[in-house]
């Protein structure tokens, strides 16, 4: 008859840690202080008997740890805040999932009523006139403005066409003229989309438009 023979063996401190999730891994500022640490020992037993180290230089690197020290965890706080920063942003970034928004752009769509865009005046306009134009870069319809103050100026566009036709249904680009005085000024078109979610980036907060476009939330000039 064969004998089962029972082994029993103690599991080693590193895989009860592996099994247990336990870390090593200390942070830098107490690998800092280890490191120095080490360096001011050997340095206080391999000094000269005869001219050992005195209050003055063991004072100064002393100081330099404290401020090494201080700067490391001066770093590791604002890590941490930024992250928070960055974590409240997304919250409030993602209440405007939904919203329509004007950003740059020079892009208008149309299902046969038109659509809506807009215009960025950096000053004020004695003229202004849109002409929006087909996939070809046909114009089909130019709309001439008054007077227009400073600022951002939300427009709509019935659909039509100068000649009182209906646009086909698809996306169409618009020009912006803008003058004063007889002399050009510059004027940023704006587009209008809906905000579908946001993202996190290294760059900040992003918006994911309706139109493909990603923008910041400091590229937004208007919220509907």
């Not at 063996?9 to 830098?28: E, F, H, I, R, W």
């Not at 330099?64 to 890590?79: E, F, M, W, Y």
Request: no cysteine.
């Amino acid at each position: 008859m064969a004998t089962v023979q029972n082994s029993t063996s103690t599991p080693t401190q590193a895989l009860l840690d592996s099994m247990n999730g336990t870390k090593n891994k200390t942070s830098s500022v107490d690998e800092a202080q280890d490191r120095f640490m080490t360096l001011l020992i050997t340095q206080m037993k391999n000094q000269d008997p005869l001219n050992p180290m005195d209050n003055a230089q063991v004072t100064s690197q002393m100081a330099q740890l404290s401020t090494v020290t201080g700067i490391n965890k001066l770093n590791n706080t604002l890590d941490s805040l930024i992250s928070s920063v960055q974590t409240g942003q997304s919250y409030q970034a993602s209440s405007m999932i939904g919203h329509n928004v004007l950003v740059s752009g020079n892009d208008i769509s149309t299902t046969g009523k038109g659509g809506y865009f807009g215009v960025d005046l950096p000053s004020g306009a004695d003229k202004l006139s849109i002409t929006i134009k087909d996939a070809a870069g046909t114009p089909i319809r130019t709309v001439v403005l008054g007077a227009q103050n400073a600022g951002t100026l939300p427009l709509s566009w019935d659909g039509l066409a100068d000649d009182g036709s209906v646009a086909k249904t698809g996306r169409y680009q618009f020009e912006v003229n803008a003058t004063t005085a007889g002399k050009s000024i510059d004027a940023t078109g704006l587009s209008y989309s809906q905000v579908l979610s946001i993202s996190n980036s290294t760059s900040g907060i992003k918006l994911n438009l309706s139109n493909l476009a990603t923008v910041s939330t400091s590229d937004v000039k208007e919220i509907f």
